[in-house]
């Protein structure tokens, strides 16, 4: 894709593309690349372990858990997994499933562009 007449503007925290300049014959699609993105419950009982190792964060909040982990698991290549802030506030991300019922904070996260 060639990105003439594309400028990456920032909005209220948002990296978005717009046209800036382009022709009125420029057909190509802007694309705004998507990364992992996670999910937040309450009930979280526990997260699984997967194939890939976990990360440890150590403790914090769980919002931090919750943003970090969505970094850290893309930036490990994880197309899919969970997060969990344990009662120790300790943050684990893994790579397996997220099972609710419990009195955790946590999510599941996905990466629709691996």
Known sequence: MRLHGLALCLVAGLALLSA???????????VTPEGMSCTSV???GSCTNGAIA????????????????ES????AGLTS??????????CYCRSGVLATG?????GTCTNPNP
């Open 54 to 69: 976990e990360i440890y964060l150590g403790p914090m909040t769980s919002a931090e858990c919750h943003s970090q982990c």
């Open 81 to 90: 997994g969970c997060w969990v802030l344990a009662n120790n506030t300790h």
């Open 42 to 44: 309450t009930d979280a």
């Open 20 to 30: 800036c300049g382009g022709s009125d014959t420029d057909t190509e699609p802007i």
């Open 102 to 106: 419990g009195g955790w904070a946590g």
């Open 72 to 75: 850290e698991m893309e930036a």
